[in-house]
């Protein structure tokens, strides 16, 4: 069985530039969540959807992040445009019960110059 | 408020020794998960124990053992006889009850074991 899978694993982009950042958690888990860890600080919850329903939004930055799940399948994290706080690794995780055991994926490094 | 502290940030040990990582954590919720997890170079994050706040047994899986005392608020984590495999980055986490899914890491030990 496939795990969570991410994508890209690594992204170098300019300030005030756009990315994207792919989730496909593995085939079942209505949860999804996405997590973020600044160099050398804590990994910090973003936001958490069951199926294609925002759960929970409460960790995300500002109005420069935008997730969406459209379909309840593979999620999206779009940062727009790209501030340098921004950097750092950006984990997807999905569960099957909303109180269950979390699946990480491998994450996603974002540098931004 | 809700918090996790992790106060080693890097360990160094030789193969074969033991080594306990610590973790405290501080919540006023009666209710309460912890975890560990286990961040080796490759990246992903690996669940290793999840712990109720109502189950003070201590438990042991191969090399592995945690230690979870409500008295301290601690939740140790034990690698018994260590190997190169080992090296990673041990992450700890609590989760409220109430309070959603969402989970409170610590900042990380990062382990390194030697040959």
């Known amino acids: 069985e496939a795990g969570v899978t991410q994508f890209p694993s690594h992204s170098v982009i300019e300030k005030g530039q756009t990315v994207t950042l792919r989730c496909d958690p593995i085939?079942?888990?209505?949860?999804l969540y996405w997590y973020r860890r600044v160099m050398g600080k804590e990994i910090k919850f973003l936001l958490h959807f069951v199926k294609e329903s925002k759960q929970d939004e409460s960790g995300m930055p500002n109005n420069r992040f935008l997730a969406e799940r459209t379909g309840g399948t593979y999620s999206t994290l779009k940062v727009q445009p790209a501030e340098l706080e921004d950097s750092g690794v950006y984990f997807c995780a999905s569960s099957v019960e909303r109180a269950g055991e979390l699946f990480f994926g491998e994450g996603s490094r974002l540098t931004v110059l | 408020a809700q918090k996790v502290t992790q106060a080693q940030t890097e360990i160094s040990v030789v193969e074969k020794e033991d080594v306990t990582l610590d973790c405290v954590y501080e919540?006023?919720?009666?209710?309460?998960?912890l975890f560990w997890y286990k961040q080796p170079p490759s990246g992903e994050l690996v669940f290793l124990i999840r712990?109720?706040?109502?189950?003070?047994q201590n438990e042991i899986s191969g090399r592995y053992s945690w230690n979870f005392q409500k008295s301290t608020s601690s939740f140790n984590f034990t690698i018994t006889a260590s190997q190169v495999v080992d090296s990673a980055v041990y992450f700890c986490a609590l989760r409220l009850n109430q309070a959603g899914t969402a989970l409170i890491f610590g900042k990380g030990t990062t382990l390194s074991v030697s040959s």
């Open positions: 085939s079942g888990h209505d949860n």
């Open positions: 919540t006023r919720d009666t209710t309460y998960y």
């Open positions: 712990r109720n706040s109502f189950d003070e």
